[in-house]
């Protein structure tokens, strides 16, 4: 029994002295933001011993993210003899084959990880100069491929899914994860044909947060649970916010019963506070792009570098391309912001790439099946009176500007050209008769019937439809670009200018019954405005609206119609009554044909000040309007030649920065040309509208944009 028990005590003692040679040293992997200085205060060691333990990191700048430092626990120098001597690790998959990779601008080992299926260190580890330095454009990589992984594995469980939230987009949800846009498109390849907006319930998958792992946090962060009748895991993951297959692993009895029942007590994490919740309701994103610092993005994103690193604490481990940043909703004012991202002000013009040459088409109702070219009066006549051939031969001439205009700055256009007739039926035959393969942008058709056939067919290759003139569709189509503005677009336009410069003016509103819509957002936006009496429809019942006009307040009279009669005869009276006892401005927010009417008086509507939104502005002498005249012989350019000209020219320059109109339309914000603005929003799946839009004013005889603050 003695000898036994000394036997024990000699092993215990043995042990005891391994133990205790064991803890004189110990390694240290550094993580991303830390330190010489932090490293040592952790262990409670001098830098100097740290670097004399480690001959091979000269300075403290040497220390970097993954290097592995030997940490001397006594605070004894560890000499070469005494560091650990490093074992051999065979790799348990060996290469296969490799392949090359050049780097291109904005790629990340992320992305590259993610692309070819490989870990990071796989990746260093035959590309040794990823130690050293980080990834650069132009770079070539071995990229190793390895056996295909045994499906059974676990590493999917570093990846989560993640079901989108009202409100959220990809940059607020990369943001979140603290990863670039371009990995998160790396991860659900999908985004890639959606290039704006994420649909609520969408499913992404993303990579599972650090400290995600249930086992590993704390006690207290989490609650009891007891499973109600009929409980889901996907309805209790969305009510705590966590995913549920983290839900099974920390409560393994799951799997065990066959699935949640009722009664059962689960472990599950406390709920969130969601008061902060990070999405566009709340914040607003920007991307960092290369060489940028953090001097140059305070000041263009005017804020300070304090509040800058308050809302995101992972600047302290540097700046990096691809990051995404989140900014208080406040700083949108003064900066241009699409889909609640900050965008760069990009000078298209000085950004296209000669290499790429666009593929465009053009479908329009140019109706020559009508058109007798043998009889020239005939002819001439029937450009002048019918609408769409003087529509698509004026938007054709000025397109036909903008392609002399691109090819000058030596980007090649590959263009073709198709006649519709106005007829459906037409523009099956040419959908049949024509491969879409290759195709970068479609401009028209006009009319609604043909641009849905067109749409569907073209959505199926991806390729974006640009209407000319439609503002909608009773279809809803992910690839339509609606160059003109909603009225909806233009009536907020003008209503949320005047709220704005409102200051108590007596406002009267005259509309005909076809314009409920505008009657009732305008009473909106002045519950105290007065309501004209309209006579069958057609004719101001005038006692009674001479006693609504005010002496003391300027008067804001809204008309609201479509008849040029009642437009001629109501501004008549407007301006009879406008006089020194009486001041009368008169306004509408449907700006249409009758008040280019004949019969309106182009004098009386100067004397009001009238004042209309409008997607269309009045044309100056510019670069557009001089080319215009010289390639067709002096002829003064319409506002179809003009609308031609804008269009055709935005949609090529967008085309001549990335050939890839969704991408480009994207990031850029506001483009303005001659006579037509743009800035195209995604409204889910119904297609892109255009938001640009001008205030226009009639101001002795002429016809002026109006300012901010004019009126």
Not at 246 to 262: D, F, H, Q, R, T
Not at 620 to 630: C, L
């Amino acid at each position: 029994m003695k000898k036994h028990i000394l036997r024990l005590g000699i092993v215990v003692f043995f042990l005891a002295s391994i133990q205790v040679s064991a803890q004189k040293y110990t390694t240290h992997a550094v993580k991303e933001g830390e330190t010489l200085q932090s490293i040592s205060q952790k262990y409670r060691v001098t830098p100097y011993t740290i670097l004399q333990s480690n001959k091979e990191i000269k300075t403290a700048a040497d220390i970097k993210a993954n290097t592995i430092l030997i940490i001397p626990l006594d605070g004894s120098v560890i000499t070469q003899e005494e560091k650990p001597k490093e074992e051999k690790v065979e790799e348990q998959d060996k290469p296969l084959s490799f392949s090359r990779h050049r780097v291109r601008k904005r790629e990340t080992l992320f992305g590259l990880t993610q692309r070819y299926k490989i870990t990071e260190e796989q990746l260093k580890r035959y590309n040794r100069q990823l130690y050293s330095e980080p990834l650069k454009k132009g770079m070539v990589l071995q990229i190793p491929k390895f056996p295909e992984p045994d499906p059974n594995d676990e590493r999917e469980l570093d990846f989560e899914t993640y079901v989108v939230q009202p409100k959220e987009t990809r940059w607020s949800i990369a943001h979140k994860y603290g990863i670039t846009v371009d990995s998160l498109v790396v991860l659900n390849p999908d985004l890639r044909s959606s290039p704006d907006h994420l649909a609520i319930g969408q499913e992404l998958k993303l990579p599972r947060p650090k400290g995600d792992s249930l086992e590993s946090q704390e006690v207290d962060l989490y609650t009891s649970f007891t499973v109600p009748p009929k409980q889901t895991l996907y309805s209790l993951g969305k009510e705590y916010g966590i995913p549920s297959d983290s839900i099974v692993k920390l409560n393994p009895e799951i799997m065990a019963a066959g699935g949640l029942k009722e009664g059962m007590v689960l472990r599950l994490p406390k709920k969130k506070d969601t008061s902060g919740e990070v999405n566009t309701e709340n914040f607003i994103f920007y991307e960092v792009k290369p060489k940028q610092n953090i001097f140059r993005l305070t000041q263009n994103l005017k804020i300070t570098r304090d509040e800058l690193f308050l809302l995101n604490p992972s600047l302290e481990n540097g700046l990096k391309a691809g990051m995404v940043l989140k900014l208080p909703k406040a700083s949108a004012e003064g900066l241009e912001v699409k889909n609640a991202l900050v965008l760069d002000k990009i000078n298209l013009i000085d950004s296209i790439n000669v290499q790429n040459r666009p593929k465009v088409l053009f479908m329009l109702p140019f109706r020559l099946d009508r058109v007798n070219f043998n009889d020239r009066k005939k002819t001439v006549s029937q450009i002048k009176t019918r609408r769409d051939i003087s529509l698509s031969a004026g938007f054709y001439s000025g397109a036909m500007v903008a392609l002399d205009s691109i090819k000058k700055m030596g980007v090649s256009v590959d263009v073709k050209t198709f006649d519709t007739e106005l007829s459906q039926a037409k523009v099956k035959e040419i959908l049949f008769r024509e491969n879409l393969q290759g195709v970068n942008a479609i401009i028209g058709p006009v009319s609604s019937d043909a641009l849905d056939e067109v749409a569907v067919q073209a959505a199926a290759k991806n390729i974006p439809v640009i209407a000319p003139i439609t503002s909608d569709s009773k279809l809803s189509h992910s690839n339509v670009y609606f160059s003109v503005p909603t009225d909806n677009v233009l009536r907020i336009k003008m209503l949320s200018y005047l709220e704005k410069n409102y200051e108590d003016q007596n406002v009267v509103i005259i509309a005909d019954s076809t314009h409920q819509a505008a009657h009732d957002s305008i009473l909106t936006k002045f519950p105290a405005a007065q309501i004209a009496k309209i006579i069958d429809n057609k004719s101001l019942h005038l006692d009674e609206f001479l006693i609504m006009l005010s002496e003391e307040k300027e008067n804001w009279v809204f008309v609201e119609t479509d008849q040029p009669n009642m437009v001629s005869s109501v501004s008549s009276i407007l301006n009879s009554t406008n006089t020194e006892e009486i001041s009368v401005r008169m306004f509408t927010t449907n700006f249409n044909s009758a008040f280019e009417n004949d019969a309106v008086s182009s004098t009386h509507l100067s004397n009001l000040r009238f004042s209309y939104p409008s997607f269309y502005r009045e044309t100056v002498s510019d670069a557009f309007t001089k080319a215009y005249r010289k390639r067709y012989r002096g002829l003064k350019a319409d506002r179809y030649a003009v609308r031609g000209f804008d269009v055709t020219f935005d949609v090529l320059l967008k085309l001549a920065h990335k050939n890839n109109f969704f991408e480009t339309s994207s990031i850029i914000g506001l483009t303005e040309y001659t006579g037509n603005s743009f800035n195209y929003f995604n409204d889910w799946s119904s297609g892109y509208y255009n938001r640009a839009c001008y205030l226009m004013e009639y101001d002795g005889l002429r016809i002026k944009e109006i300012k901010l603050d004019d009126l």
